[in-house]
């Protein structure tokens, strides 16, 4: 063989490499919603491409067992070798995404059979009575849910030893004496703060878990349970103390390590993620996070695990892959792995170690023989839950500023405006609701009025607008901020509890303003976020974004700065609308 075949052979070799190391790593950071899917490469013959969308929680793990998996070169039967491409998504979006077709993995596995039983639900609803998945699901691991709190205030609750429940958090939210009703009056009154139950697995079976607690059971719930007079006053009170919301654990986690004590005192999260924040990011915590089991029993979330073989994307191969890298996700020695990432085995006769153990926030004592393992929501029991959410959840005023400079032109003021009126669609009627937009100067197209009024009219105008000129970024934000807080001035006054927040949506940086920066930073946003304050949700528009302050404003507010461009706006007011 001349040296010149030798050399080509070598160059075609690595390419192929490449190519297959660019789709086993591909999503590995989160991918949002169909992005795997838009953006797949094609793998060199010979190989079976399995997608994977899976939830967050279990990421870690699963990163490692697919990158196994795929080092194993495992084959179907036609002697196919498989490929695992993995994109860690959250529950409930992934549902609607896969429903709606802008998601279309080979195996899914959301973290409770409770979305799988509404996905199959509603798939056979559309699809001849044929469900999404043809067989059972079975479990992956265990990862269960309650409550992360600062260690000293766990510890002043009495954990790990003494029962703490729901009813608990709710006394506590309750009292208007706050911590000082145990002997704490230093902590003020206590903050709380949950994930969105139609948006977030944890948010779902957090609340569901609610329920079982408040109305003493820990068999099957019914429909009548839910709507129970005391479950409902029990979430009122619950809801109008909760700070903080979100689409995701992690972020409302991460919320806590960046603001500390002064800002929320506890969080419902799964043990995975209360533990992995004290092993990863420990430095950054003010105290060691605790995590409490819920005395009278909580969802023991064991993330499912679905070939979704009925849905026209999927080919019988692919199914047959999927189940191949189903019984490896099962093996001893994948379940092993499962605990140095936070998480449960399946096989009980398997022995907890580090990092699940009271000096890294957990108790390993713990089990379901200790703390019951109770029942996951079917279809029925999960809309009553989200629906008495909505009912007795604080409400929001919200005020939407978008930048219409010329820079915004063409695609990026196309995909803004429906992005922004989907959003306004999604507003709770009793939401309220104000705009503006900026350019060269500032303008307001509507003050924060009742959504159920004036959100449909809102919509048409943001619908129709225009860009051009330059960007008063700046004196727009003070503009909506102070229009919020007049707001809250008056709803304090008026004993209206709610939740406040700007969504400033922008693609440059400000060039036109009458405000300065530090103008901007000392007379219209606070020094410290505050837990009722009003929050800044910033969109970085596009490259050109100014992502250094807008990430400030959102940091000085316990806000988030999220980044976008034309294909993700809408996943992102997705986002915004879960924090609200």
């Given at each position: 063989?001349?040296?010149?075949?030798?050399?080509?052979?070598?160059?075609?070799?690595?390419?192929?490499?490449?190519?297959?190391?660019?789709?086993?790593?591909?999503?590995?950071?989160?991918?949002?919603?169909?992005?795997?899917?838009?953006?797949?490469?094609?793998?060199?013959?010979?190989?079976?491409?399995?997608?994977?969308?899976?939830?967050?929680?279990?990421?870690?793990?699963?990163?490692?067992?697919?990158?196994?998996?795929?080092?194993?070169?495992?084959?179907?039967?036609?002697?196919?070798?498989?490929?695992?491409?993995?994109?860690?998504?959250?529950?409930?979006?992934?549902?609607?995404?896969?429903l709606g077709?802008?998601?279309?993995?080979?195996?899914?596995?959301?973290g409770d059979p409770s979305w799988v039983e509404q996905a199959n639900t509603a798939w056979a609803r559309e699809h001849g009575n044929r469900p999404l998945a043809s067989q059972t699901c079975p479990a992956t691991i265990f990862a269960p849910l309650g409550?992360?709190?600062?260690?000293?205030?766990?510890?002043?609750?009495?954990?790990?030893?003494?029962p703490?429940?729901?009813?608990?958090?709710?006394?506590?939210?309750?009292?208007?004496?706050?911590?000082?009703?145990?002997?704490?009056?230093?902590?003020?009154?206590?903050?709380?703060?949950?994930?969105?139950?139609?948006?977030?697995?944890?948010?779902?079976?957090?609340?569901?878990?609610?329920?079982?607690?408040?109305?003493?059971?820990?068999?099957?719930?019914?429909?009548?349970?839910?709507?129970?007079?005391?479950v409902k006053e029990a979430m009122q009170l619950l809801e109008q103390n909760t700070a903080k919301y979100g689409r995701e654990a992690p972020a409302i986690?991460?919320?806590?390590?960046?603001?500390?004590?002064?800002?929320?005192?506890?969080?419902?999260?799964?043990?995975?993620?209360?533990?992995?924040?004290?092993?990863?990011?420990?430095?950054?915590?003010?105290?060691?996070?605790a995590f409490i089991f819920p005395a009278a029993g909580t969802i023991w979330a064991d993330?499912?695990?679905?070939?979704?073989?009925?849905?026209?994307?999927?080919t019988p191969e692919q199914a047959e892959a999927a189940g191949i890298f189903r019984s490896y996700l099962l093996a001893r020695e994948q379940q092993e792995m499962a605990i140095d990432s936070y998480l449960r085995p399946l096989d009980r006769s398997i022995p907890l170690h580090a990092p699940l153990d009271l000096a890294h926030g957990t108790d390993p004592r713990v089990s379901s023989a200790t703390v019951p393992a109770l029942p996951s929501p079917n279809a029925d029991i999960s809309a009553a839950v989200i629906d008495l959410f909505k009912i007795t959840k604080r409400k929001a005023t919200i005020y939407v500023a978008i930048d219409v400079s010329g820079s915004m032109s063409g695609a990026k003021i196309q995909s803004a405006r429906t992005a922004t009126a989907e959003f306004l669609r999604r507003l709770d009627p009793e939401d309220r609701v104000g705009a503006l937009i900026f350019g060269d100067r500032v303008t307001e197209l509507q003050d924060p009025q009742r959504t159920g009024d004036v959100g449909e009219?809102?919509?048409?105008?943001?619908?129709?607008?225009?860009?051009?000129?330059?960007?008063?970024?700046?004196?727009?934000?003070?503009?909506?901020?102070?229009?919020?807080?007049?707001?809250?001035?008056?709803?304090?006054a008026a004993g209206d509890a709610r939740l406040y927040g700007v969504i400033l949506l922008s693609d440059g940086r400000d060039t036109a303003g009458k405000v300065t920066e530090n103008q901007m930073f000392a007379t219209c946003l606070p020094a410290n976020?505050?837990?009722?304050?009003?929050?800044?949700?910033?969109?970085?528009?596009?490259?050109?974004?100014?992502?250094?302050?807008?990430?400030?404003?959102?940091?000085v507010t316990g806000g988030r700065l999220y980044t976008a461009d034309p294909a993700s706006i809408s996943d992102v007011y997705l986002s915004i609308s879960a924090e609200q």
């Open positions: 063989m001349n040296r010149t075949r030798v050399l080509f052979l070598a160059i075609v070799g690595i390419a192929l490499l490449i190519v297959i190391a660019a789709a086993i790593t591909r999503n590995n950071g989160g991918a949002g919603p169909g992005e795997a899917t838009a953006t797949a490469a094609p793998l060199p013959k010979g190989t079976v491409r399995v997608t994977l969308a899976s939830s967050n929680t279990k990421k870690v793990w699963l990163d490692q067992v697919v990158k196994g998996f795929n080092a194993a070169r495992q084959k179907t039967a036609a002697g196919n070798a498989i490929v695992v491409e993995v994109s860690h998504v959250t529950s409930g979006a992934s549902l609607n995404a896969i077709g802008t998601l279309q993995p080979v195996a899914w596995s959301p409550f992360a709190m600062w260690r000293p205030m766990a510890e002043a609750l009495g954990w790990p030893d003494k703490i429940g729901w009813d608990t958090m709710v006394a506590l939210a309750a009292d208007p004496d706050g911590w000082a009703s145990r002997g704490r009056p230093e902590w003020g009154r206590f903050t709380f703060g949950h994930t969105h139950p139609a948006y977030a697995n944890s948010g779902l079976l957090s609340m569901t878990t609610f329920v079982y607690g408040i109305a003493g059971k820990q068999d099957t719930l019914t429909v009548a349970d839910v709507y129970a007079p005391q986690l991460d919320l806590m390590a960046r603001q500390g004590t002064s800002y929320l005192h506890a969080a419902a999260v799964p043990e995975a993620e209360a533990v992995r924040f004290n092993v990863e990011r420990g430095a950054e915590l003010s105290f060691p996070l993330h499912p695990y679905c070939v979704l073989d009925n849905a026209p994307w999927v009219g809102l919509s048409q105008r943001v619908l129709s607008l225009t860009s051009g000129g330059s960007t008063a970024l700046y004196e727009a934000v003070c503009q909506a901020s102070r229009a919020l807080e007049d707001q809250r001035r008056a709803d304090r976020a505050e837990t009722d304050g009003i929050k800044l949700f910033s969109i970085a528009f596009g490259s050109d974004a100014d992502k250094e302050v807008l990430g400030r404003m959102a940091s």
